[in-house]
């Protein structure tokens, strides 16, 4: 069965405290697997796709990597402006989504 | 990125009521839309799939007499919540597909008192 486990559930971080979010995968034949931004009361806001293992992808203080297992977003040195729930998604070959419960990041000043 | 519109992004409306929630995309046209609803701090749950001139697909245990979408044009489709009870209360978003990747709506607060 296809799914997404996201750990941690949350995480508190002082301001330029570097970290990484995990995303552990199974899925049937991947096609793409999706990192967003969720700000409370707003819907998901894309970040990155990542299609094969050893990618990378970069956007200001976010990477995201990919191994054939699991995806790491690494947040370095944050910001307060970058707390927010990190959703983490995988679309098979059915083309279907499936998403994880995703981290709850939050950056102290 | 695309950019789909949803509107209203928060609702209150009595029991018994139907409420309507549209989903836009902005630049682009959309043949399938999907609609999604999300409990605190769960995962996305795929409600149904909206297809452009024909009926939707719903997931399994989704009622498609209560959760009514119509995809009328490729740039909107809407959800229509009959007859609303207080348990249908959530955060419902929208999502169209360009190529491989998914673009979301701005969610809708429903709360049904």
């Known amino acids: 069965e296809d799914q997404v486990t996201q750990s941690p559930e949350a995480l508190r971080l002082q301001e330029g405290e570097s970290s990484s979010l995990n995303c552990s995968y199974t899925v049937s034949g991947l096609r793409g697997l999706f990192w967003y931004r969720q700000d409370p009361g707003k819907g998901p806001e894309f970040l990155f796709t990542?299609?094969?293992a050893g990618e990378e992808k970069e956007k200001e203080r976010l990477k995201a990597t990919l191994t054939k297992k699991e995806s790491f977003l690494h947040i370095t040195a944050p910001k307060p402006e970058d707390s927010a729930t990190y959703l983490c998604a995988v679309r098979n070959t059915g083309n279907q989504f499936y998403f994880g419960t995703g981290t709850s990041l939050t950056v102290i000043p | 990125g695309a950019v789909v519109s949803q509107h209203p992004s928060w609702v209150i409306c009595k029991s018994g009521t139907s409420v309507k929630i549209e989903c836009r995309s902005l630049d682009f046209q959309a043949t399938t839309m999907f609609w999604y609803r999300q409990f605190p701090k769960q995962s996305l749950m795929l409600m149904a799939t909206s297809n452009e001139g024909s009926k939707a697909t719903y997931e399994q245990g989704v009622e498609k007499d209560k959760f009514l979408i119509n995809h009328a044009s490729l740039t909107l489709s809407t959800l229509t919540v009959t007859s609303a009870h207080p348990e249908d209360s959530s955060f419902y978003i929208c999502?169209?597909?360009?190529?491989?990747?998914?673009?979301f709506g701005q969610g809708t607060r429903l709360t049904v008192v």
């Open positions: 990542l299609y094969s």
């Open positions: 999502s169209a597909r360009v190529k491989a990747e998914a673009f």
